[in-house]
């Protein structure tokens, strides 16, 4: 923590050689539409187009978590967990939207979604930290992550990066538009990265495409149309155990196929804005969706091996109708979302070879599942501001209803229970008969804001949440007896927040209170040797955020993102075996109490082509289990970057991660009741070396 402080004494300081700078920002989360973050009763931490340019991300933690109260790890190729006012974890907790259109629908999260996103080449991100406003419904509990796509240039303009590291790191980004004839304005943007990984045989390649078209149809009529393709293929990379992760943290367990992933992401949507008067405007978006994806998942490996193939397709539509008065605003809409999805899951067989790695997979006529679910959602929203004197007021309230169509494509006759090839203990696998469900549930948010001067306010939420059982959860029930009957996570969020800005600084604090219910959590079963989903009593997360940019002189500019939580059970009870495990008052696992960020940049004005940034990362200690009976001790990294324009279009580039080479973990757990440790190991040293060209 003295390095925490000593960073923070840094940045108070500043002297009467302060550069003058602007730190007004504008956020569009909240209301869709291009809006001062002083006029938002959210949390939300913003990364600008030249700040993402600087950080060059080669995995989304590069940038995320220069964010207060966010932690994004780093599991090997883009795949990672996020903690967001949340332990680190798989649920599905988290939205992630790219231009306001969520990138899955609810029931299909993927903790590594953001590698479904083109996070390198964004125009901006943004991050609300805890739910969302009125106009998102399901899953944004701890937090939504919306990447925004580069608007088109009228000029014609084009950029190319070219990166070379360590672990055969290579990386291009490409990107280009231009205007077409006098109302349209397109752009391109492509991302090939491929690396042999960090730890052995855990290769990884993505190619990532997007295009958008901007269009004038009229003095009224303007349509923004984005084609959006994310390719993943990532080979499986293993926890160690602790011996192997102190002596080789190189290690893998696995080899070719075993744990591996191939995902298959595709978005189009057109975003029709229609300008009815100056006060109203209709915004329509129509889009569609496919993702499919082939994974072997990793942890069921030693009790349950087997391929899963997820494939959907969603045809969706978001209304939105905005209608300004003198000191008030309302926005109201209606959000329809229906996917088809199928889900096809056979039984493997994993041999190892002489080394022990486990490297081979045989099929067998095994099929755990095979099913079909067609959920439609369909979601009525609305939120009103008003302004009274220095007072801003909002209250909105969201409808959502899901009705899911279930089908058993499996006949009777295929046992659910027994023992199969590559295990000689009994597996389960029951499966719900064909059915229908509905969901729905009705969640308001209320909010103030006090301008104590123009550039300094406070400002106070009451937001509720919730989070619908995924697919997976539902019809995939493994051992869990009765899982259609599964109920939606529910999330009550209080908050209180202050923002100042000054010509040389901006400071953002925040303190919030989330209380989850009815939260959905995966437990061991000993006696069947496998998982089991239940719902299970109540947790509750608070914490304080704070946030610093200040430009200390003319050269240097400096950052600071700090949070402190406290996340704990509350009757927090289920059925276990034959007793009743009940940690109610424990920390939750894998939940940081502190985390910290901050960065030192020397730009020179004698120099200004050449910029220079060192950053520190700290994350806390965390229990590793419910029990609270073994804990990962967290780590510090350092991080330095260099930029050096050689022309006013050519530009030298330097990455270097993990300065001092820490050995560290970056997702440490255990299962209840066995007291070995399993550790992803975190990348070692690594350079990176890039061109960056602009036309």
Known sequence: ??????????????????????????????????????????????????????????????????????????LGGEGHMTSIRQPLSTAGVYLFLEDGVPTRPTGFFNHNGLYEINLSQAAW??????????????????????????????????????????????????????????????????????????????????????????????????????????????????????????????????????????????????????????????????????????????????????????????????????????????????????????????????????????????????????????QTAVSPYAQYEQVIGDWR?????????????????????????????????????LRPASQSLSFSRTTPKLGAIYSL??????????????????VGQLFRSG??????????????????????????YAVELAIYDLQVDNDIVTIIDDEQVTRRNVNAGKTEHQGVELGINAQLSNAFSTSLAFSRTRQRYRNFEYVCGDTTCNFAGNDLPRAPRNMANMSLAWQPAELDSLRLEAEYNYLGSYYTDETNSARYGGHQLVNFRAQYAITPNLELILRLENVFNEAYSAYTSNQVGSSELEYRPGLARRGVLALRWRL
């Open 125 to 374: 991100v943004e991050v609300t930290k805890g739910p969302g406003s009125a106009l998102y419904g399901s899953d944004a509990i701890g937090g939504v992550i919306n990447s925004m796509t580069a608007t088109p240039t009228e000029e014609t303009s084009a950029q190319a990066t070219l990166e070379m590291g360590g672990d055969n790191w290579q990386r291009a980004l490409i990107s280009a538009s231009s205007g077409i004839g006098t109302k349209n304005q397109a752009g391109v943007s492509y991302n090939r990265t491929q690396s042999d990984g960090y730890q052995e045989a855990s290769e990884y390649q993505r190619d990532a495409l997007t295009l958008r078209l901007d269009s004038q149809l009229s003095d009224a009529i303007n349509a923004k149309t984005i084609f959006s393709m994310n390719q993943v293929r990532q080979s499986g990379a293993s926890g160690l155990r602790e011996d192997d992760f102190n002596a080789s943290p190189r290690s893998n367990y696995f080899a070719g196929d075993v744990g591996a992933r191939d995902v298959d992401a595709f978005r189009l949507s057109s975003e029709l804005t229609i300008g009815i008067d100056d006060q109203r405007r209709l915004t329509l978006i129509p889009f569609y969706r496919h993702n499919d994806m082939t994974l072997m998942p990793p942890w069921m490996v030693s009790f349950d091996p087997n391929q899963q193939r997820t494939e959907f397709e969603t045809l969706g539509l978001l209304t939105r109708y905005r209608q300004r008065f003198e000191h008030s605003e309302l926005i109201t809409g209606l959000d329809i979302d229906r996917s088809d999805a199928d889900y096809h899951e056979r039984r493997v067989i994993v041999d190892s070879d002489e080394a022990g790695v486990l490297s081979r997979i045989t099929d067998t006529d095994r099929v755990n599942y095979d099913f079909n679910a067609i």
């Open 479 to 504: 051992a869990s007896a009765g899982t259609e009957g599964l109920a939606p996570v529910t999330a009550v969020s209080n908050e209180l927040g202050w923002r100042l800005r000054q010509s040389a």
């Open 393 to 429: 007021l909002s209250a909105g309230v969201r409808h959502d209803r899901f009705h899911v169509d279930y089908s058993d494509n499996l006949p009777e006759i295929v046992p659910e229970q027994g023992i199969f090839p590559g295990i000689p203990f009994p597996s389960t696998h």
């Open 453 to 470: 001067s123009s550039r300094q306010e406070i400002y106070a939420s009451h937001r509720h949440a919730f989070r619908a059982p995924t």
């Open 1 to 74: 923590m003295k390095h925490i402080a000593m960073g923070l004494a840094l940045m108070l300081f500043a002297g009467s050689s302060m550069a003058k700078n602007d730190y007004e920002v504008i956020v569009v989360t909240s209301t869709q539409e291009q809006r001062s973050k002083s006029e938002i009763a959210e949390s939300v931490s913003v990364f600008g187009q030249d700040e993402i340019e600087a950080v060059l991300p080669g995995h989304p933690s590069d940038l995320l978590n220069r964010a207060a109260g966010v932690h994004v790890n780093n």
